[in-house]
């Protein structure tokens, strides 16, 4: 019974949320998170919540970007990251779903509106042009993911998100060294 209300509760919230709110995915995620944990009685989750649909999005966000660096791109070197950045990053959101799935967040389908004006900013462009922006872009979002994971990591609510977290840091800097390699190799090319 207690379920079967939670799902009614939740569907309804989703509804509401999704039919009369332009927000984008990210918040409209998070507060779908939200609702169903204060629902079941679990308060203090909006960090965590937030975590996971600003997680999803810069996944969808970078694996998108590959894909099209792996057309636009001139630079091997940009296709050969581009390459890198999908895989983790598909690797990165299997793992987050799962957790998700788990311990009932939400998480964004679409890219968050900030991710999208991103992601039309950089394919706009062309050629060379195409491969500093990606690059420069790249570098720029490594610095905040890298930032939030932290944050997450030491003060996350959900422990099977803060080991998330604290596993993901590893790759994620090796990923910001790559980027700024490969930055200033174009810089100086």
Do not use: W
């Not at 992601?119 to 706009?124: F, K, L, N, P, V």
């Not at 042009?129 to 990591?153: G, K, M, T, W």
């Not at 803060?162 to 700024?180: F, G, I, M, N, T």
Request: glycine share 4%; net charge negative.
């Amino acid at each position: 019974m207690k379920k079967t209300v939670l799902t009614v509760l939740s569907a309804t919230a989703l509804f509401f949320t999704t039919a009369c709110s332009p927000d984008d995915s990210i918040e409209q995620a998070t507060e779908q998170s939200v609702q169903q944990f204060e629902a079941a009685g679990v308060e203090g989750m909006r960090n965590d919540a937030l975590f996971v649909a600003e997680a999803a999005s810069a996944s969808l966000l970078e694996m998108q970007l590959g894909e099209a660096a792996l057309d636009a791109a001139v630079s091997p070197e940009v296709r050969e990251l581009a390459q890198e950045m999908m895989q983790a990053n598909q690797q990165m959101l299997n793992e987050l779903q799962q957790i998700a799935s788990q311990s009932n967040f939400v998480l964004p389908t679409t890219l968050g509106s900030r991710h999208h004006d991103i992601y039309q900013e950089i394919t706009a462009k062309t050629g060379i042009a195409f491969d500093l922006a990606y690059v420069n872009r790249l570098s720029d979002e490594q610095e905040e993911i890298i930032e939030r994971y932290e944050d997450i990591a030491e003060n996350g609510q959900a422990m099977e998100l803060k080991q998330y977290a604290s596993k993901q840091l590893p790759l994620l800097r090796r990923h910001q060294q790559l980027v700024e390699e490969l930055e200033e190799k174009i810089k100086n090319a």
